[in-house]
């Protein structure tokens, strides 16, 4: 790849995610055939914050993975099992990393097409539809707890994923990364 090319697409990259450096080298385990057949695909319009997007359904497929998002209408997702620092809640402040996994989201999802995949529930108290979020064969929700934009975020009865988001947040932890180094959040999240 020429250089010019990854120099340009890195200083596009910093200016789409508001100046904020991104780093999402670090991949999950592919997780989509573990699951339930089913799903909705739709393709990301918003990223409201680190973990809320809002998506546009574009196809359905009946199964235990399919929740009742309907083909054509727009919803706010909650990614489920993660946790972001607040960046947009109204009347809190901006809370350390908040604007980091906000851009990392960003970089990760805004404008994609993506399957999403429920849990048990269908939706949270303000009426998010709660979703793993893939990309391909990949967990966005892991892609940024592997990075260190996100922490784990256990909400019974919502935890197929539980294990493998604490493991990937043990490596981050370990690593340094992002909301768990000590140039960020001094590593307390």
């Given at each position: 790849?020429?250089?010019?090319?990854?120099?340009?697409?890195?200083?596009?990259?910093?200016?789409?995610?508001?100046?904020?450096?991104?780093?999402?080298?670090?991949?999950?385990?592919?997780?989509?055939?573990?699951?339930?057949?089913?799903?909705?695909?739709?393709?990301?319009?918003?990223?409201?914050?680190?973990?809320?997007?809002?998506?546009?359904?574009?196809?359905?497929?009946?199964?235990?993975?399919?929740?009742?998002?309907?083909?054509?209408?727009?919803?706010?997702?909650?990614?489920?099992?993660?946790?972001?620092?607040?960046?947009?809640?109204?009347?809190?402040?901006?809370?350390?990393?908040?604007?980091?996994?906000?851009?990392?989201?960003?970089?990760?999802?805004?404008?994609?097409?993506?399957?999403l995949i429920k849990d048990?529930?269908?939706?949270?108290?303000?009426?998010?539809?709660?979703?793993?979020?893939?990309?391909?064969?990949?967990?966005?929700?892991?892609?940024?707890?592997?990075?260190?934009?996100?922490?784990?975020?256990?909400?019974?009865?919502?935890?197929?994923?539980?294990?493998?988001?604490?493991?990937?947040?043990?490596?981050?932890?370990?690593?340094?990364?992002?909301?768990?180094?000590?140039?960020?959040?001094?590593?307390?999240?």
């Amino acid at each position: 790849m020429p250089r010019r090319f990854v120099v340009s697409f890195l200083c596009a990259a910093l200016v789409a995610c508001g100046g904020h450096a991104v780093d999402l080298s670090r991949q999950a385990p592919a997780t989509l055939a573990q699951e339930p057949q089913g799903f909705e695909r739709a393709t990301v319009t918003r990223v409201i914050d680190g973990d809320t997007i809002e998506v546009q359904i574009i196809e359905r497929r009946d199964g235990p993975g399919a929740g009742a998002a309907e083909v054509g209408q727009r919803y706010d997702v909650r990614l489920v099992g993660i946790d972001t620092p607040e960046s947009v809640k109204p009347n809190s402040p901006v809370e350390c990393y908040g604007k980091e996994a906000s851009a990392a989201t960003a970089a990760l999802l805004e404008g994609s097409e993506v399957t999403l995949i429920k849990d048990v529930e269908e939706a949270d108290q303000y009426d998010r539809i709660l979703r793993y979020v893939y990309l391909g064969e990949e967990m966005a929700n892991a892609r940024l707890v592997v990075n260190g934009y996100a922490a784990v975020y256990t909400y019974p009865p919502n935890v197929r994923h539980a294990d493998l988001f604490v493991q990937l947040q043990r490596e981050a932890r370990k690593e340094d990364r992002g909301l768990w180094s000590q140039d960020t959040c001094a590593g307390n999240s």
